[in-house]
């Protein structure tokens, strides 16, 4: 059972890998926000072609997570650095965004000013 297992989940970061290297090929994935994706599919195929690293009587005393769980919690754990960083990326092109519609207006005032005073571009 645990060899399935192992290949679905080899399988599922291989095609995950496969998928970020291809949008970062096609210019749809900036490299910059790839680096978590392609270290979660890495670390995820790496336990799945060598379990031994979760399945050693270490980690399974200290944590009580066996096999799979470990794996679950990898992912997740990868995947929520993704979302924290999607969510600091958001915030500071928010930040960009609200001082460039301020720059804007400020320009677009002080245009409509020029033009009542009777400034014509040449």
Do not use: D
């Not at 790496?46 to 096999?67: C, D, E, H, K, M």
């Amino acid at each position: 059972m645990l060899i399935k297992i192992q290949i679905v989940i080899g399988a599922l970061s291989i095609i995950l890998l496969l998928i970020t290297f291809e949008l970062i090929r096609k210019k749809r994935l900036r490299e910059e926000y790839a680096i978590l994706w392609l270290f979660t599919g890495a670390a995820v195929l790496i336990f799945s072609l060598w379990p031994a690293f979760l399945l050693s009587q270490f980690f399974v005393r200290i944590t009580g997570i066996f096999y799979l769980s470990a794996v679950v919690l990898i992912a997740f754990f990868f995947l929520l650095l993704i979302v924290f960083h999607f969510s600091v990326v958001i915030s500071k092109l928010t930040s960009q965004n609200k001082e460039l519609a301020q720059q804007y207006a400020l320009l677009a005032l002080e245009l409509n000013q020029l033009k009542k005073n009777g400034f014509s571009p040449a």
